[in-house]
């Protein structure tokens, strides 16, 4: 009896103290400026007068934090409107240092406490969303503040109202695979639909999100890998992978292993730990014996699929190896190996019945042999006078595109050496014309081509003006031609005068 009677003393003693705790945080929320403008201000009053709180106290206090900040907001811009002031520039103004103060004071942790206050969406959020301005500022937040739960779940409302492509930049939106998923689809639909300068931004804001973890980057190649068996788009959507892949190695994501994962090279061992061991991003370099494993395996009478070869990382440190004059410390013993490996992956075809491989067409491997062998001399030899007297040989070897982007590489090694122009004599260098050459046979080199003549358009040479003019309007004549012939690398030119 005693101990109940104990307890029953004790209960009202807690609730007194309960509602002692409710109104000195009541208290707190209305002594806060302002604090009758809050759009929770109703329920915290309530709040208060359950807990036990006089009228008299609530009224008291609103009045003294009270500052009229909205009002005189109103005023300022009532005083602006007379001035003759726009009305959207007010808007713009008032928008714009509004979302200062909001990326300025902005709490993550008092920004998830909606959710669990409101028990439900708030009716100003949904608001917010269908104006450009705010959700550029719930953008820009949820890169600041990756772990807000209101911020992520804004991502969502934004992406289910159909502003998925706007979100493609952010990288929060990765952290929700039906956020993701419909981010990509909608990008991967751009890429395929578009052309032009705006393919670039579309691309860059992909590589941006897809890389944003391990997890999406895989989920991304596995999808287009799938994606890459279709007919129609499937060359396309390869070209797109392996951009991405590109990408993602120059910031230093190390995609070896999921690239080869993809192409089934882990079913051939032998090949899988030649390839690991150079194209891994600690490694990214040739040795001669992994590339005489790889010749001797696809020399054999029944070779593995030329697909592991077609990997654009090993084209890329073959053509290196080849092409480059400055290349001279590998053992030339093994050039025939490497030629061989490099012309096998671009020139060999092959016709697939489900798993099962029906025919090799090695039609074009010996000519792609010879035009490699040929034009890899030249290029280790370095002799202007050897060049110009193999010209017409060149130019027909200049078809081959393999053989074009070796001698890009070539040519960019040779005419960025400090010493180039000092030595030239002609109006027109000879790795000019090879390069107009080049621009004019393959379409899909103009890129490249571009990405060549920017620096050599770029570089001062105060001293050699004749020269240097003659160059400039050589290469502003490649310049006009590419933009002429390609329209992908117009707004890369027109960066270059911003």
Known sequence: MEESSYEEEEAPQEEEDENTRVTKECLEAFHQKDSICEASIFKTVKKYFNAGGTPEEVVNVLAESFEGIGNLARQ?????????????????????????????????????????????????????????????????????HPDCIMLNFTIKLISDAGFTDEISSV???????????????????????????????????????????????????????????????????????????????????????????????????????????????????????????????????????????????????????LYSPSEKSRNTEHNDKYIYVLAYGVSVTERWDGDERRSINTKRLEQTINAIEKTHALAKLDDMQEWLCNIETVFKYLKYPVVSMGIIKYCKVVTMDSSYFKGVTDSVPLHLIMIDEIA???????????????????????????????????????????LYQDKCVQSRFQNLFE
């Open 76 to 144: 300022l811009v009532l005083w602006l409107e007379f001035c003759g002031e726009s009305t959207s520039g007010i808007e713009s103004m008032v928008e714009d240092h509004v979302k200062d103060l909001l990326e300025e004071h902005f709490d993550p942790k008092k920004a998830d406490t909606i959710f669990s206050e409101e028990g439900d969406l708030p009716g100003w959020l949904g608001e917010m969303i269908s104006y450009p301005t705010w959700r550029n500022l719930f953008y820009s937040l949820a890169d600041k």
């Open 171 to 321: 990288s929060t939106a990765s952290q929700q695979i039906d956020v993701f998923s419909r981010i990509l689809k909608t990008s991967v639909a751009s890429i395929l639909r578009f052309r032009g300068s705006s393919l670039e931004n579309i691309i860059s804001d992909l590589v941006k999100l897809v890389c944003s973890s391990k997890h999406t980057y895989f989920y991304t190649i596995a999808l287009l890998h799938q994606a890459c068996k279709d007919r129609g788009t499937g060359y396309k959507l390869r070209y797109l992978s392996q951009e991405l892949e590109r990408r993602a190695r120059k910031m230093g994501r190390d995609t070896c292993y999921i690239t080869l994962a993809m192409c089934g090279a882990a079913a051939y061992p032998t090949i899988y730990q030649s390839l690991t061991s150079m194209l891994t991003l600690s490694k990214n370099a040739l040795n001669s014996g992994d590339v005489t494993t790889l010749y001797q395996l696809y020399s054999a009478e029944d070779p593995p699929p030329v697909a592991f070869l077609r990997l654009p990382q090993l084209f890329e440190l073959l053509i290196d190896a």
């Open 440 to 482: 004019n046979n393959h379409p899909l080199h103009h890129e490249t081509v571009f990405e060549f003549l920017k620096p050599l358009f770029e570089r001062s040479h105060e001293h050699l003006q004749a020269v240097v003019c003659e160059t400039y309007r050589t290469s502003f004549r490649q310049f006009i031609l590419l």
